[in-house]
């Protein structure tokens, strides 16, 4: 398995932290978001990765040179000029990965000890074309997942708006936690557009492919957003280790 880090995000709600640099260099618990999403990859043996660039690309570059790629063989996919969204930002960087590769991607500010080698055995045994880590968690947008956990919607819990790929009585609404482990085919499912995100890929597959859940609510998970966040993070990370 190879892994993307989504880092090609501008950062505005981690403002003025941002104003200066990336987010992917921003520091939590004194290390960056970056460092610590390739040592979680480097963990459990995911050696090969992708790091998408847009904000300050430039200093992102830098950083991996000076600190060695962190012992990762770590490929740029530079989208300095235009910022793609998550799934442009796939599109872009498939040129680095095999046709027949599995594909972890993940969210730079997300801070976590989920066990990707577990969700891989899980996605796995679903024969899973995407598997999109989630918890029971409040949060402003959800998937929908039916009573075996394949994805069948997705909710704006702020406007109500809704999107449904078939009528079912029970829904599971579970957050996103910006982790999903993807099959080689996934990618002929892909919009024929440039800039669009994950959500409208994933929706447009459910159609005719099973999108599974992978619920780790044992896990602790962080989104590093805000200013906020990263103290939270901090505080918790203290008692944790």
């Known amino acids: 398995m190879k892994a993307i880090i989504f880092s090609a995000g501008v950062g505005s709600r981690l403002k003025p932290l941002t ?19 390739v040592e979680s990859l480097l963990y ?12 300050f690309s430039h200093l992102i570059k830098n950083y991996l040179t000076t600190n060695h790629n962190f012992g990762a063989n770590i490929h740029i996919s530079d989208e300095t000029d235009c910022l793609l969204d998550t799934g442009g930002g796939l599109i872009k960087a498939r ?8 594909i972890l991607a993940l969210n730079v500010d997300v801070v ?3 066990d990707y080698i577990k969700m891989l055995s899980y996605h796995r045994e679903n024969d899973a074309l995407a598997t999109l880590a989630v918890r029971n968690r409040k949060s402003g947008r959800y998937f929908l ?6 994805l069948s919607g997705w909710k704006n819990a702020r406007t109500n708006q809704k999107v449904m790929m078939c009528e079912k009585d029970e829904l599971t609404a ?3 936690s910006g982790i999903q482990i993807l ?12 800039v669009f ?10 159609k005719s492919n099973r999108i599974k859940a992978y619920v780790h609510d044992a896990d602790y998970w962080f989104d590093a957003g805000t200013v906020e966040k990263i103290n939270s993070i901090e505080k918790f990370l203290e008692h944790f280790n």
């Not at 520091?27 to 960056?32: A, I, L």
């Not at 040129?95 to 599995?102: A, E, L, N, S, Y």
């Not at 099959?183 to 440039?194: E, L, R, T």
């Open 197 to 206: 995100g994950l959500v409208e890929w994933y929706l447009d597959a459910a």
């Open 112 to 114: 976590s000890n989920i």
């Open 44 to 55: 459990y043996g995911i050696n090969e990765m992708v790091v998408n660039v847009h904000h």
């Open 145 to 150: 997942f039916d009573q075996e956990l394949l």
């Open 95 to 102: 040129r680095f990965f095999k046709p027949d590769d599995t």
């Open 174 to 176: 579970l957050a996103f």
């Open 183 to 194: 099959s080689p085919g996934f990618f002929d499912y892909a919009p024929q557009k440039n």
């Open 19 to 37: 104003d200066s640099l990336p987010k992917a260099l921003v520091e939590v618990g004194g290390k960056t978001l970056l460092q610590r999403a």
